[in-house]
């Protein structure tokens, strides 16, 4: 009984805080705090989903590009690209509506970026938009009147396209969006190129544009509609450069016909009946301003 009481009148030590003590411990608690914060920021979807969205949003806001886009397999292969020097905060910001627009188009589910989303996720868009994608200029063997599936190998001359990622070609021809499966057999040279998911779809952009204008009829005296439609002056070719022009890329090299060819007899004839109309000689550009890698014509590619 008495070693209970005893017991029971054991009073229980108290526990004696410093400053010192009380400030580490508060700290602890407002690190922890913050890490788990921190940890449930990164980890959450929707906030990743946020970021990349933004992020989009920056890069169609802002008219410069990445500092260079590596070639490939061609580590020695770079080119410069003019990068603005001011900051972020005082980049002239384009009005609201077109970036709205622009995006719209990126996250139209039925559209090549769109896809894109769909399957990665904002995160494959973003990679896309920034990184280097390969798109090119081919020449296919032109039939005029006679079926596609015939090649006349030259002899009518060619007709030139954009091949765009996701099968997309942007092209001067009456058959509304047709794939490239249908023209690869009758292929003559390409010209392959790299250039940012941006510029990309710049130039596909630029194109939805302006083909339903040259689809028209067109009205005498303007570039687009077909009854302005001449051969070397406003043709297929002509078209090509426009939407690569316009989009910040350099014009094609490729020629509109072989030597030898009926294309090419033809084209001397009306030059000794025209001497007044332009010389017929492959097209001739500034490429100084260059955004795009220009390597050899391949037809392996």
């Avoid at 079926?147 to 091949?163: E, F, K, T």
């Avoid at 996701?166 to 794939?179: A, C």
């Avoid at 194109?207 to 009205?219: A, N, Q, S, V």
Wanted: aromatic share 8%; hydrophobic share 30%; net charge positive.
């Amino acid at each position: 009984m008495s070693v209970s009481n005893n017991l029971n009148n054991q009073k229980t030590p108290e526990i004696t805080w410093s400053a010192q003590d009380a400030d580490i411990i508060s700290n602890g608690i407002i690190a922890e705090a913050r890490r788990k914060e921190k940890q449930k920021s990164s980890n959450d979807p929707e906030r990743q989903k946020d970021l990349c969205l933004e992020r989009i949003k920056n890069i169609l806001r802002d008219d410069s590009e990445p500092p260079f886009l590596p070639c490939p397999n061609k580590t020695s292969e770079s080119f410069p690209v003019r990068r603005s020097s001011k900051l972020a905060t005082q980049r002239p910001s384009r009005p609201g509506g077109p970036v709205i627009r622009e995006l719209d188009q990126l996250f139209d589910g039925s559209s090549f970026t769109g896809k894109l989303i769909k399957s990665g996720g904002p995160r494959a868009l973003l990679r896309y938009l920034n990184r280097p994608q390969k798109y090119s200029i081919a020449k296919v063997s032109a039939t005029w009147i006679f079926p596609s599936s015939v090649n006349l190998h030259g002899q009518l001359g060619y007709h030139a396209c954009i091949r765009l990622p996701g099968n997309r070609l942007s092209e001067l021809e009456k058959v509304k969006d047709r794939s490239w499966q249908e023209l690869a057999p009758r292929l003559a040279e390409e010209e392959v190129r790299y250039a940012s998911g941006k510029q990309i779809e710049n130039m596909w952009r630029r194109d939805r544009e302006l083909i339903p204008l040259y689809r028209k009829w067109g009205t005498r005296g303007t570039q687009e509609g077909w009854r302005n439609y001449r051969f070397y002056t406003n043709d297929c070719f002509t078209y090509v450069n426009r939407v690569l022009r316009d989009s910040g890329q350099p014009e094609t090299h490729l020629e509109r016909t072989s030597p030898g060819t009926f294309a090419d007899k033809m084209v001397q004839i009306s030059t000794l009946l025209t001497p007044s109309a332009p010389a017929l000689s492959p097209d001739s550009s500034q490429t100084n301003n260059s955004r795009a890698i220009l390597l050899k014509p391949s037809r392996e590619d």
